[in-house]
């Protein structure tokens, strides 16, 4: 009779045969289990991206390209530009910047259809290795989409500052789409707003389809806070009102704190009651309004000497001790903490409301210092800004300029002077432009880091989108075009590049070493130290106004007391790099002084990348 004993071989892949059934089995508890805890949401095909393989296979990393720096020495911010994919600079940036980003604004494709969006399908890349183009009908179309937006934001999700926030431009192609994924990204608690922007108009072309369907005139911006219990103080906007006067505002309270109509007051002016004569007007609510859009001078008069002392009054909601009222006599104004009060003859408590409160710049397209409303998420008069978009920093760019005024106006709202502006879609440069502009304007010290790829688009001949678009505005900006005066500001230029020959999880002493070798440019990008002023076969040294940053890369340690020496002369705070095989390097010798911080490379570098990809 034959034996039945299997061989060492057989046992063994029966082993492998029950762990991979018993594994299985896993899977399939865990996905029931998830299943039932997402039972509204995004479901769609998660569809891989060609170049998960290249990335698989090597670690970015960010080369800068000295020639391509433009410096000026005016003590102005110096800005970033990333030529490169936009998900292997995000992989970088989730190193450099991790935790930082204050304000992240993008405008990625549409998805319309027509609008150029390819995506690279690792499963069909023999058969388009440009990436397959997307049109309406094709059955992968959201899926794609989808796919290519998650990674990215992901990976900015991380960047953010945890008072962050991320604009998204976005139209009605993958509105509803966006706002479920974003929801499952960011959380849904965090949503703040789905603005609406009036960004076309109804005439021309436009007009001809009236009859079919409602004419698209508008697009949105999708708003989210990494923590949304972290954000206060905000820059409220403000629009015009049509209306310069509001006839409820009719009450004069002079300095003894006597109360006069406003009829009464502009009749005691000699001036004004001659304009109002001279018009054959007599002085009413219906008369003043219109009086302020004839005459400039009256108007003047109303915004800035009569604004301050003109009341209307609203119920007051705050208790006040009862024998203090008690004493304020009827209809007489009177102080309280801030406010200007009087008591009814019913005893109840009105407040005064002066009518200079709403008296603002508002940030319309042509500003104006005027009566205001506060804007809500209704963003009005942008169709007015499409019509110059052309001209804007001297660069055409027909895939869909956004308004200079629009990403202005956002980092306005945002409040914050010193901010750092990320847009991974930068396209022809808007939000860069916008920083260097705001600026200008508030003395801001905002820092923007731009990324683009430098595909070719079709813009009546073929462009590259980098170096034939967007560097080129971010220069005119800079230096200045047609009768524009130059901003200043200064700009670094990197590109992507990948280092070592194994994927994350494998990489070996080999790919470590090759790393840190050439980690240099992301480490002055983390500390914000661009002008390399010293560098050997075994350091680099970069500085800033503020502070030096110092890199021993070589594994070999034989310039190590060399490179020591070297750093203790250095007169600023430094940050020393380290090149150690551990995250932690075990160094006392910088121990007594206090202006410098000890890191290492490439390890910290390492853990982020495989967090990135789920491999730890």
């Known amino acids: 009779m034959k034996s039945t004993k299997r061989t060492p071989e057989e046992n063994e892949k029966a082993q492998l045969e029950n762990e991979i059934a018993r594994l299985n089995k896993k899977i399939a508890k865990y996905e029931a289990i998830e299943l039932k805890q997402n039972r509204f949401g995004l479901v769609w095909l998660d569809v891989p991206e060609a170049f998960e393989d290249d990335v698989e296979n090597k670690l970015p990393i960010l080369e800068e390209v000295p020639k ?6 005016d003590g102005k911010p110096t800005h970033l530009l990333i030529e490169g994919d936009n998900y292997h600079a995000l992989t970088c940036l989730n190193y450099t910047h991790k ?58 999700r991380d960047i953010l500052a945890k008072t962050g926030l991320i604009f998204i431009s976005i139209d009605d192609n993958e509105l509803a789409q966006l706002k479920l994924l974003c929801d499952e990204i960011f959380n849904e608690s965090n949503f703040i707003s789905l603005n609406v922007i009036e960004s076309g108009e109804v005439f021309g072309t436009k007009a001809g389809h009236a009859d079919k369907t409602f004419v698209k005139v508008k697009d949105y911006v999708l708003v989210y806070a990494k923590n949304k ?39 005691d002016e000699k001036w004004v009651k001659e304009l109002f004569s001279k018009n054959k007007l007599k002085i009413n609510a219906r008369s003043i309004n219109f009086m302020m859009n004839f005459n400039e001078k009256f108007k003047d008069f109303m915004y800035v000497s009569v604004a301050e002392k003109l009341f209307t009054d609203q119920p007051f909601a705050k208790k006040i001790d009862q024998n203090f009222l008690k004493k304020q006599p009827t209809g007489k104004p009177f102080r309280f903490e801030d406010r200007l009060l009087f008591k009814t003859t019913t005893g109840s408590v009105r407040m005064f409301i002066k009518f200079k409160e709403g008296i603002k710049n508002s940030d319309d397209f042509e500003s104006a210092f005027t009566r205001c409303t506060l804007r809500g998420d209704l963003w009005k008069g942008f169709h ?26 956002i ?40 990324i683009t790829n430098n595909e070719e688009v ?29 901003l200043g500001n200064s700009v670094r230029y990197f590109k992507t590049a990948f280092v070592g020959k194994n994927n994350i999880l494998k ?17 002055a990008i983390a500390e914000n130290t661009f002008d390399l002023v010293e560098q050997n076969n075994f350091w680099q040294i970069f500085e800033s106004p503020k502070q030096f940053t110092a890199i021993y890369f070589r594994e070999e340690f034989g310039k190590f007391d060399n ?48 967090n990135i990809y789920n491999l730890v």
């Open 99 to 156: 935790g930082k980003v204050d304000v992240i604004y993008i405008d990625p494709p549409y998805n319309t259809g027509s609008d150029g969006f390819k995506y690279k399908d690792k499963r069909i890349l023999e058969e388009y290795p440009d990436g397959t183009e997307v049109p309406v009908e094709h059955p992968l179309r959201h899926s794609y989409w989808l796919s290519f937006m998650k990674k990215r934001l992901d990976l900015a």
């Open 563 to 610: 490179f020591v020496e070297k750093i203790r002369k250095l007169k600023k705070p430094t940050v020393v790099y380290i090149f150690s095989w551990e995250k932690e390097f075990d160094f006392n010798d910088f121990d007594d002084d206090k202006n410098i911080k000890i890191k290492t490379i490439p390890q910290p570098i390492l853990e982020i990348y495989k």
């Open 384 to 409: 007015l800004d499409m019509r110059n978009i052309q001209d804007e920093g001297n660069i055409d760019f027909k895939n869909g300029k956004k308004p200079v005024r629009l990403v202005k106006q």
């Open 68 to 73: 391509q720096a433009i410096y000026s020495k």
């Open 229 to 267: 219990s972290e954000v206060k103080n905000k820059q409220p906007l403000y629009d015009n009102m049509r209306e310069l006067y509001d006839s409820h505002f009719n009450t004069i309270i002079k300095d003894d704190l006597s109360r006069i109509s406003l009829v009464d007051f502009l009749n």
């Open 411 to 450: 980092l306005k709202w945002n409040n914050n002077k010193y901010a750092t502006i990320l847009d991974f879609f930068a396209g022809s440069g808007t939000t860069g432009h916008a920083v260097m502009e705001l600026n200008k304007e508030d003395d801001g010290e905002r820092q923007f880091i731009i």
């Open 458 to 486: 079709i813009n009546g001949q073929n462009h590259k989108i980098m170096t034939d678009i967007c560097y080129p505005r971010i220069k005119n900006v800079i230096k200045g075009y047609n009768s524009k005066k130059g």
């Open 507 to 523: 990489a070996d002493d080999a790919d470590k070493i090759d790393l840190a070798h050439n980690a240099g440019g992301m480490l």
